[in-house]
C-alpha cells in the first residue's frame, strides 16, 4: 500500500501520519490489492479539511470531510466515510457473486457413459458440393474475397490440377497444390 500526502496550509508531522496510516487500514481491509491512497489535509482559516482518494483493483473510494474541530476530527470523518463507501461496494460485489450462483449461471456439468458416447470414430455431419472452374490463381484470390468459406477449390488454368486457396489467420492465404509427377 502506497500513501502520498498532500497538505496546504498544514504541517504534517509524525505523530499524525501514524494516526493517518492506521485509520487507513479500516479501510483497505474491504478493497482489493493494488492499493495507492492520497490524503490531502487542507487548512482554511478555520475549517480543517481531510480529503482521502483510495484506487484499487476494483475502483476508486472518495471520501472529503470537513470540521471546525481539528485535524483528526476531520480525518475520522473522512475515514468513516470511506470506510461505509468501500465496505457497501464490497457487499455489492459479494452479493452479485452470490446472485450468479443463485440464479444458475453455473455451466452443468453432467457425466456421460462410456456406451452413450459410442466408438469414437469421426462421422460425416455436413456435406457441400462445389463447383469446381478452370481459373488462374489470381482469380481464386478475387474469388476467395466474396466467398462464404474459408477457402476456394479450383482447378487451375495452366495446369489443369486440383488446388486449394485458403485465408489464413494472419490474413494472408495459402495454397495448396499437388506435386508434379
Same mark, same amino acid.
Given at each position: 500500500?502506497?500513501?502520498?500526502?498532500?497538505?496546504?496550509?498544514?504541517?504534517l508531522d509524525?505523530?499524525?501520519?501514524k494516526?493517518?496510516?492506521q485509520?487507513?487500514q479500516?479501510? *483497505?481491509?474491504f478493497?482489493d490489492?493494488?492499493? =495507492?491512497?492520497?490524503?490531502?489535509?487542507? *487548512?482554511?482559516?478555520?475549517?480543517?479539511?481531510?480529503?482521502?482518494?483510495?484506487?484499487?483493483r476494483?475502483? #476508486?473510494?472518495?471520501a472529503?470531510?470537513e470540521?471546525?474541530?481539528?485535524?483528526?476530527?476531520a480525518?475520522?470523518?473522512?475515514?468513516?466515510k470511506?470506510?461505509?463507501?468501500?465496505?457497501?461496494s464490497?457487499k455489492?460485489l459479494?452479493?452479485k457473486?452470490?446472485?450468479? =450462483?443463485?440464479?444458475?449461471?453455473?455451466?452443468?456439468?453432467? *457425466?456421460? =457413459?462410456?456406451?452413450?458416447?459410442?466408438?469414437?470414430?469421426p462421422?460425416?455431419?455436413e456435406?457441400?458440393?462445389?463447383?469446381?472452374?478452370?481459373?488462374?490463381?489470381? =482469380?481464386a484470390?478475387?474469388?476467395?474475397?466474396i466467398?462464404?468459406h474459408?477457402?476456394? #477449390?479450383?482447378?487451375?488454368?495452366?495446369?489443369d490440377?486440383?488446388? #486449394?486457396?485458403?485465408?489464413r489467420?494472419d490474413?494472408?492465404?495459402g495454397l495448396?497444390a499437388?506435386?508434379?509427377?
Amino acid at each position: 500500500m502506497k500513501i502520498d500526502y498532500t497538505c496546504r496550509n498544514f504541517h504534517l508531522d509524525d505523530r499524525l501520519r501514524k494516526f493517518v496510516e492506521q485509520k487507513v487500514q479500516k479501510v *483497505v481491509k474491504f478493497v482489493d490489492e493494488p492499493i =495507492e491512497v492520497k490524503v490531502t489535509l487542507d *487548512v482554511e482559516k478555520h475549517r480543517y479539511i481531510a480529503e482521502l482518494h483510495i484506487h484499487h483493483r476494483l475502483g #476508486v473510494v472518495q471520501a472529503t470531510e470537513e470540521t471546525d474541530g481539528n485535524m483528526q476530527e476531520a480525518i475520522n470523518l473522512a475515514i468513516e466515510k470511506a470506510e461505509k463507501q468501500a465496505r457497501r461496494s464490497r457487499k455489492k460485489l459479494v452479493d452479485k457473486r452470490r446472485r450468479g =450462483e443463485r440464479n444458475g449461471q453455473r455451466w452443468p456439468v453432467a *457425466v456421460l =457413459e462410456r456406451d452413450s458416447i459410442g466408438t469414437g470414430a469421426p462421422r460425416i455431419i455436413e456435406s457441400t458440393h462445389l463447383p469446381i472452374k478452370p481459373m488462374t490463381i489470381d =482469380e481464386a484470390a478475387l474469388e476467395l474475397e466474396i466467398s462464404d468459406h474459408g477457402f476456394v #477449390v479450383f482447378r487451375d488454368a495452366t495446369s489443369d490440377r486440383l488446388n #486449394v486457396l485458403y485465408r489464413r489467420k494472419d490474413d494472408n492465404y495459402g495454397l495448396i497444390a499437388p506435386d508434379e509427377p
